[in-house]
């Protein structure tokens, strides 16, 4: 499956900066979960799946496709 360039550079650091806010925060829900703030188990999967989000949306940012707009919704930027 080719990826086809379907978002302009404003979307690019858009989605940038959005994975990079939201790795920052699964790296905070991490630290909260180390230290039995947030329960273990839910804590853990929680984290895996911020920070899973903030890798597809930094992965997007540097493949230049948004997956929203791939399956033909508009957005914003």
């Known amino acids: 499956m080719a ?3 379907n978002i302009d550079a404003r979307g690019k650091v ?11 925060v699964g790296l905070i829900v991490a630290a909260l979960t180390l ?9 853990w999967v929680a984290t895996g799946s ?11 940012a540097r493949m230049g496709w948004c997956v929203i707009r791939a399956m ?6």
Do not use: D
């Open 14 to 24: 858009a989605r940038l900066k959005l994975g990079i806010r939201v790795f920052v």
């Open 3 to 5: 990826f086809e360039c």
């Open 50 to 60: 911020i920070l899973a989000g903030a890798l597809f949306a930094m992965w997007e």
């Open 35 to 43: 230290f039995n703030i947030i329960p273990t188990t839910l804590g």
């Open 72 to 77: 033909g919704f508009k957005t914003k930027i």
